[in-house]
């Protein structure tokens, strides 16, 4: 029986590898052109959130880990109005590129379906790509805001350790 591999030409992988990573850097690119101005003030407070927690010998004090729940909160919530304008975006940019299709679909005459499909996917392909960014800032988007609500959850779950921790202290328990 053949096997995927009898065929296998390791240059010509190669070559391919480097065209995905090429154009993916150019997407990757447009993504986050797109999704920065989304997602600018959530992703600088996670990383002043970050930074506390990684540069500090100390442990976060209590009163710094209530100010990270209060303005990672408000971060969220800006964050999740800003995903829901990226989503309507997605869906636009969507519209777009079936429309383009559609259109270009039409247009032909001539031909086996097969072969008009082809030429209307190739004419819609700039929209098909701008359909792809805007799908994956909105993901990331998405993703984003989900993170940083299991870091809220986790500062949370932190401070009320340590408000416990206080109150069996103040009672003489430990």
Do not use: W
């Not at 971060?75 to 969507?94: F, N, Q, V």
């Not at 098909?128 to 993901?139: D, F, P, T, W």
């Not at 998405?142 to 809220?152: G, M």
């Amino acid at each position: 029986m053949p096997s995927i591999y009898d065929n296998f030409d390791d240059k010509e992988v190669e070559k391919i590898r480097k065209q995905v990573e090429e154009n993916s850097e150019l997407i990757d690119d447009v993504v986050n052109t797109i999704l920065e101005p989304y997602t600018k003030d959530l992703d600088e407070y996670v990383a002043q959130i970050d930074s506390v927690l990684t540069s500090k010998h100390a442990p976060i004090t209590d009163e710094e880990l209530d100010e990270a729940c209060l303005n990672l909160a408000t971060c969220i919530y800006s964050a999740s109005a800003m995903c829901e304008k990226l989503g309507i975006r997605d869906d636009i940019s969507r519209a777009l590129y079936k429309e383009t299709y559609n259109r270009k679909r039409q247009e032909q005459d001539k031909g086996t379906v097969d072969d008009k499909n082809t030429k209307a996917e190739l004419a819609s392909r700039q929209e098909q790509l701008v359909n792809i960014c805007y799908s994956r800032a909105y993901k990331s988007c998405k993703a984003k805001v989900e993170n940083a609500q299991e870091l809220l959850q986790a500062c949370k779950k932190v401070l009320s350790r340590r408000l416990a921790e206080a109150e069996l202290t103040r009672f003489g328990v430990r």
